[in-house]
């Protein structure tokens, strides 16, 4: 006698996925709006706010505007803005130095959410030359167009001081040159600055995703040439868990990788390897993708942003950054 063998397996993934509450119950990743970070840019002026083209939804907006969007993510339960000013061209130089003014537009931005929103969001800042300087590089240039590793270090660091003086909350410097991370520490510790954050920007590849950003902070149109001698390649993964060791070595709270979406296998060998705070940002270009995108009838946009922030998070994030944040956050918060 032979047993009749059943033409369908006994075991059914399928089974747990019939009800909605059922898909619910084995849901195995989470995304809630205190995993975003909300990128904002800001510009001078009052009552000004400025589409920025390339990015359809975002503004620029002046330090009262910045406020309104800080309490906007505090009340929609963002925990976290980020701040990139958009300086105005006659305060470029080719050594950047308005990074260095305690007076300038994100230090004036910084005091004012601190003052209207207390503790109530966190607020990090960008520490890397490109929104000051006249050629778009992020640090110091030779006559070469080179760009100079630890003369930049030597900014960078004071300029970290300046926003953390000024009340940031987490300092991200985002330039990737060697040993930065270490030096802004110990300037920081120097300075008393003991609670300060350090969130680096530790695999940040040259990457033709960060466009509609440069338009944001007014840098697109002066850079010439590319970021390639200090940004990674993007055929590279291994190098990115030397660059991700040696932040965490230096003192990193947490680190980034960036862009987000293709970088997947970035953030998952970084949160196996290392088990710190692994951040992804999901960039300008990427927001521009999903936005065109939607409006060409590829999908609804909704349902597109949804599913790449909780691939991010499925992958290994610790929370993302995105201008999507207030959509996300909207749409989470049902
Ligand atoms: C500046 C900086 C960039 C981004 C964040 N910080 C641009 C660049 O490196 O050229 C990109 C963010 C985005 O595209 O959304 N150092």
């Not at 995304?31 to 503004?59: H, K, M, N, Q």
């Not at 009340?75 to 003014?101: D, K, M, Y």
Request: with cysteine.
């Amino acid at each position: 006698m032979t047993t009749a063998q059943s033409a369908y397996p006994a075991t059914r993934l399928r089974r747990t996925r019939a009800r909605a509450w059922s898909r619910a119950l084995h849901r195995e990743t989470v995304l809630t709006p205190a995993d975003l970070i909300w990128p904002l840019f800001i510009t001078e002026g009052r009552g000004v706010e400025e589409p920025v083209g390339s990015l359809p939804g975002v503004s620029r907006w002046s330090v009262d505007g910045i406020v309104a969007r800080a309490q906007e993510a505090a009340a929609l339960g963002i925990p976290c803005v980020a701040l990139f000013p958009n300086t105005p061209p006659a305060r470029r130089t080719q050594g950047g130095s308005e990074a260095l003014n305690p007076d300038n537009l994100i230090c004036r931005a910084i005091r004012a959410v601190r003052d209207a929103c207390g503790e109530d969001v966190g607020i990090l800042t960008d520490v890397a030359l490109d929104p000051y300087t006249s050629h778009g590089q992020d640090g110091l240039v030779d006559e070469a167009g080179y760009v100079a590793n630890d003369a930049t270090v030597e900014v960078l660091t004071r300029q970290a001081v300046v926003q953390a003086e000024a009340g940031a909350d987490i300092i991200a410097p985002s330039d990737m040159m060697d040993g930065r991370v270490g030096a802004i520490r110990e300037a920081l510790e120097a300075k008393g600055h003991h609670n300060v954050q350090i969130m680096s920007y530790a695999a940040k590849y040259a990457s033709a995703f960060y466009g509609p950003f440069r338009d944001a902070v007014g840098s697109g149109g002066l850079l010439k040439g590319n970021k390639q001698t200090y940004q990674m390649d993007p055929a590279n993964g291994d190098e990115a868990l030397r660059e991700i060791a040696l932040d965490i070595a230096e003192g990193a709270d947490s680190v980034m990788v960036k862009p987000g979406l293709a970088y997947l296998d970035i953030i998952w060998r970084a949160r196996q390897m290392f088990g710190v705070p692994v951040f992804a940002y999901q960039v300008s270009g990427e927001y521009a993708l999903i936005e065109a995108g939607a409006a060409a009838g590829a999908g609804d946009r909704d349902a597109l942003l949804m599913e790449k922030l909780i691939c991010m998070k499925r992958a290994g994030a610790a929370g993302i950054l995105t201008y999507h944040a207030p959509v996300a956050a909207r749409l989470l918060n049902g």
